[in-house]
């Protein structure tokens, strides 16, 4: 019963907020959603710690993957995934300053 959501829901609710987002003014969802935003984080960490306890999800990975020798899921090359994830996080660091300096309503 737990962590049964398929992806298309998660989809539809994602589209859904989405749009919730685009058509409420900044006054009405950035203001309350600055302050209120640590609560929130704080209310999740909790839920999850609390779910993770109570389903007990299995968790196995293994002691070594395919990335250790530079052969990836898609290709081989030791350049291939984190060149492109060291560029991906540089830009979302960028934009993630940006959007957090704060909007004035």
């Known amino acids: 019963p737990f962590f049964t959501l398929h992806g298309t829901t998660l989809t539809w ?7 919730v987002a685009s058509v409420l003014p900044v006054w009405l969802l950035l203001a309350p ?7 929130m984080k704080i209310g999740v960490i909790i839920g999850l710690a609390i779910g993770i306890v109570f389903a007990m999800p299995e968790m196995k990975m293994p002691a070594v993957s395919r990335f250790i ?3 990836g899921p898609v290709f081989a090359g030791a350049l291939f995934p984190f060149l492109f994830i060291t560029i991906a996080c540089g830009a979302i ?7 957090s300096s704060g909007t004035t309503p």
């Open 13 to 19: 609710v994602l589209v859904i907020y989405g749009f």
């Open 33 to 39: 959603r600055d302050y209120l935003s640590t609560f």
């Open 69 to 71: 020798d530079g052969s």
């Open 93 to 99: 660091s960028g934009f993630h300053a940006l959007v």
